[in-house]
């Protein structure tokens, strides 16, 4: 309570008693009714009616509070003497239904009164019942439901549901409902199940579901990006919540996207839902989407990137329930004057989806929007990832949603491609029945690429105990923290920094990026002394360690002194995938076919291309710069497939 109900005197809650505390009910809107509360004491008492928003009731300063109902609130009453004692009532709950309230009788005791009586169901099996039953009452009704005349445990409100109805449900319901005044019972009504040759289809569901997130932003040849930092850790923690199984990864070389993709093929398999996500630079050549790597020369071809319907066609081949592959990247067509590889078309397969940031030879845009970057595909996604609809249908709301951005009005618009035969959702619920050896292998494959090292607490010579602990921004982006849980008996002003072996380089550490790091850093710790961000954990070669120095100044000596410890980590996150290494025959050939370019490490002696930072009213495309000479229209559909380039994608069964 705040403090205009009290004044600043001693407190004696001891010197009144309440005796009778007002009772909650349940009234039709715009009945009168009268709350009491009777209160014992020495003197003259007196009182002052609350609302629950801390108001004063006008006119509320009797034991006795009338008034007429408009709408559901909370009262409560305080009692005082003049020897500044006081103390309050209960809460009590006046609920107001504005429904049909005929048959009240004009002078309305409070007795139990049904407004609304359950009715009869006749549903299918597996479906959902409800039965609701709605009684005015002063004080309120207590309600308990019996089924065939038989009491229902822990059916005792107004509304009966069941989530899925079974052969045990059919029967007979009524419901008693009572107070103080009286008990009364709703007319029993029948809750049957259609009667049919075949039941209901069943929900879809799946054996697992597995998310590869890739984001590439530092470019060494190409304009930088900004969103995808942002975009890949939003989504990844939605899926997440969803039950997926992910792995999140920024800014990967072509063999590492390669690799990783691979890894990601192999935990698919009959009945999984995969999906497959990028944010980056990309194009669009002969009804081909290719996917930019980092390290992609300037200019590059197709065989310096990753192409997307070989992916699809990989998830297609582990026979998945689903398989979708969302795309925030552009889609401008460009041609190196190559001769067009043959097509080859798949076979028919269902429940194949893609979603694509914008159509065909049109451009993807990232803006800043409320502080943070973002892809605007991405930013309506995320915002309707979690709905339980057909993952189409969801596709379609954002493809809305993004129509009215006035940002990117004319310029850009979603497109959707889809096989869907089933209504499937990425929401749908996982049965491991009949899967599970395949499950434990699939979420050891998955625990290599996401399992933190273990906390260690350091004990220095001087007393100092320091706690390194870890979080994992990305799977390929770890977090070291360092808090000093204890200072030695003769140490003061102690501060702690860390390193690593070999040093590892922060890749997001320029202006505006880092802030987004940290951002996402700050909410997962809790205000460490010193904090280590290690990035592009694929290119690990051999084991990290983290060497933490302490310093301090010793309280005799007064002299500053530094201590030192390291800690072995292994190979965390997926750095023990090895991405950094893709074992296939054709590798050799293909690198022999390509441009010039860097591989398996984003560092350059090149400075990076950065673009001026997008503002809400400018937003930055996701065109990688190229030497585009003539716009090549043809077909993009989902079932065809480069021929010549399937030969060199290894397919894993």
């Not at 009290?6 to 010197?15: A, E, L, V």
């Not at 009714?33 to 002052?48: C, K, M």
């Not at 005929?102 to 359950?118: F, Q």
């Not at 329930?321 to 067509?333: H, N, P």
């Amino acid at each position: 309570m705040n403090g205009s109900r009290t004044k600043p005197c001693r407190i004696m809650i001891s010197g009144i008693v309440i005796v009778r505390h007002p009772v909650s009910v349940c009234v039709p809107v715009n009945h009168r009714l009268t709350l009491r509360v009777r209160a014992e004491g020495t003197g003259i008492l007196n009182y002052q009616w609350f609302t629950e928003d801390d108001k004063e009731v006008p006119g509320g300063t009797e034991a006795d509070l009338t008034i007429r109902a408009k709408r559901t609130q909370l009262y409560v009453c305080r009692v005082n003497d003049h020897f500044c004692n006081w103390v309050f009532s209960e809460w009590v709950k006046v609920k107001v239904l504005d429904i049909d309230k005929s048959g009240l009788p004009e002078h309305w005791l409070g007795e139990p009164h049904i407004a609304v009586n359950p009715k009869p169901q006749t549903v299918h099996q597996g479906t959902k019942v409800t039965l609701r039953c709605t009684a005015f009452g002063i004080p309120t009704p207590q309600y308990q439901w019996y089924r065939n005349g038989q009491l229902l445990l822990d059916k005792n409100e107004g509304m009966l549901q069941i989530d899925r109805a079974t052969a045990e449900h059919r029967g007979s319901y009524l419901c008693s409902i009572s107070n103080v005044l009286e008990e009364t019972w709703t007319e029993p009504v029948d809750v049957d199940f259609v009667q049919t040759d075949q039941p209901p289809p069943a929900a879809p569901t799946a054996t697992d579901k597995v998310a590869l997130l890739i984001g590439n932003l530092n470019y060494t040849n190409h304009p930088a990006l900004m969103a995808p930092i942002m975009d890949v850790h939003e989504l990844a923690n939605l899926l997440q919540q969803l039950g997926f199984r992910v792995v999140s990864l920024l800014d990967l070389t072509r063999e590492e996207m390669l690799t990783a993709i691979d890894k990601f093929i192999q935990l698919l398999d009959r009945g999984v839902y995969g999906l497959f996500y990028y944010a980056g630079h990309g194009y669009e050549r002969v009804g081909r989407n290719y996917l930019v790597a980092v390290d992609a020369p300037q200019p590059y071809r197709p065989e310096n990137c990753v192409c997307v319907q070989r992916v699809m066609l990989s998830m297609q081949q582990r026979r998945t329930a689903l398989s979708v592959i969302l795309l925030d990247t552009c889609r401008k067509w460009y041609n190196q004057d190559c001769i067009p590889s043959g097509i080859m078309p798949l076979g028919p397969s269902g429940n194949t989806v893609y979603g694509y940031a914008t159509c065909e030879d049109a451009e993807a845009y990232e803006v800043q929007d409320g502080g943070k970057s973002t892809g605007i595909f991405t930013k309506y996604l995320n915002q309707r990832i979690l709905q339980t609809e057909k993952v189409t249908h969801v596709l379609e709301k954002v493809s809305e949603d993004l129509g009215r951005d006035p940002l990117v009005k004319g310029k850009q618009q979603v497109e959707i491609k889809h096989t869907l035969k089933e209504p499937r959702s990425l929401a749908d619920p996982v049965r491991t029945t009949g899967h599970t050896r395949e499950l434990h292998q699939r979420e050891a494959c998955w625990r290599q690429a996401n399992e933190l090292p273990p906390k260690k607490r350091l004990v220095f010579v001087c007393g100092v105990e320091v706690e390194v602990s870890f979080s994992a921004l990305f799977s390929n982006v770890l977090v070291a923290f360092a808090t000093v849980k204890t200072k030695g008996p003769r140490t003061q002003d102690c501060t702690v920094t860390l390193s690593s072996i070999p040093p590892m380089e922060d890749i997001f550490s320029s202006p505006g990026r880092s802030e987004e790091m940290d951002s996402l850093l700050f909410k997962k710790s809790d205000n460490p002394d010193c904090t280590l961000r290690l990035c592009a954990l694929q290119k690990l070669t051999k084991t990290l360690v983290i060497k933490v120095d302490l310093h301090y100044t010793h309280m005799d000596s007064k002299l500053r002194q530094t201590e030192s410890q390291q800690v072995d980590i292994g190979m965390p996150l997926v750095a023990s995938c090895k991405l950094y290494t893709r074992n296939h025959a054709t590798t050799a050939k293909k690198q022999e076919g390509a441009s010039a370019q860097s591989t398996g490490n984003i560092r350059s002696s090149k400075p990076r291309l950065h673009h001026t930072l997008a503002g809400p009213c400018r937003p930055f495309t996701r065109k990688a710069e190229c030497a585009a000479k003539v716009a090549v229209t043809r077909s993009n559909e989902p079932e065809e497939n480069d021929e010549n380039e399937l030969q060199d994608f290894p397919l894993r069964h």
